[in-house]
């Protein structure tokens, strides 16, 4: 079964520091890795993600995440965080033959961006 | 970018009632789409997967005669709440598959049941 996890609940960083939520998934196979944010009271927003190629992606709002597949991780990260960017994280992943791109999600991991 | 929308973004009802939760791709067909449920400072918990043309499919532990899932178009999917209880109480969001992978996700239904 595949599973993805985000260890940390909450990650608290100062503005302008560099950020990294971390994600790490067990799964059999070449998965599909995604980072989501959510605002509160809001759907999700696709962030970045990982399907083939170059090993570091980037995406929205200055965000990148590296996928390092012997270490089965996809943590994301930021140069220089800001209060904006405080919001739920999720980290997720997905399969070529899932029916829908079925996704399969992390807890989530709040960022606090402190001024 | 693909939009998806819900309707309503909140909902008040009364314990027994029904409550039918509509999500459309705004820009793009999708002959799948997917709900979900989440709990506050939770992660989103899949409920079903709607599937236009036939049967929803139910993850184990939700109820199908409860949540009712109909995929009416290539554009819309209902999820009707019936019999609603204060348990029922919760974020509901649907999501969509994009053409690259990801999911396009409404902006989420916030249900409470008095």
């Known amino acids: 079964a595949q599973s993805v996890a985000q260890p940390e609940d909450q990650v608290n960083v100062a503005e302008g520091n560099p950020l990294t939520v971390k994600c790490t998934y067990s799964?059999?196979?070449?998965?599909?890795l995604f980072w989501y944010v959510q605002y509160p009271n809001r759907g999700l927003q696709f962030l970045l993600k990982?399907?083939?190629?170059?090993?570091l992606v980037k995406g929205s709002y200055g965000f990148e995440a590296e996928f390092n597949k012997s270490q089965t991780s996809f943590h994301l990260k930021k140069p220089s965080a800001l209060v904006s960017d405080s919001a739920l994280y999720f980290c997720?992943?997905?399969?070529?033959?899932?029916?829908?791109?079925?996704?399969?999600f992390g807890g989530g991991t709040r960022l606090m961006v402190k001024p | 970018g693909a939009v998806v929308s819900q309707h309503p973004s909140w909902v008040i009802c009364k314990s027994g009632t029904s409550v039918k939760i509509e999500c459309r791709s705004l820009?793009?067909?999708?002959?799948?789409m997917f709900w979900y449920r989440q709990f506050p400072k939770q992660s989103l918990m899949l409920m079903a997967t709607?599937?236009?043309?036939?049967?929803?499919?139910?993850e184990q532990g939700v109820e199908k005669d409860k949540f009712l899932i109909n995929h009416a178009s290539l554009t819309l999917s209902t999820l009707t709440v019936t019999s609603a209880h204060p348990e029922d109480s919760s974020f509901y969001i649907c999501?969509?598959?994009?053409?690259?992978?990801?999911?396009?996700f409404g902006p989420g239904t916030r249900l409470t049941v008095t």
């Open positions: 999501s969509a598959p994009g053409p690259t992978y990801e999911q396009y």
């Open positions: 799964v059999s196979g070449n998965p599909y």
């Open positions: 990982y399907i083939t190629g170059d090993n």
């Open positions: 997720a992943v997905s399969f070529p033959n899932n029916a829908g791109n079925m996704l399969t």
């Open positions: 820009d793009f067909q999708a002959t799948t």
């Open positions: 709607s599937n236009e043309g036939s049967k929803a499919t139910y």
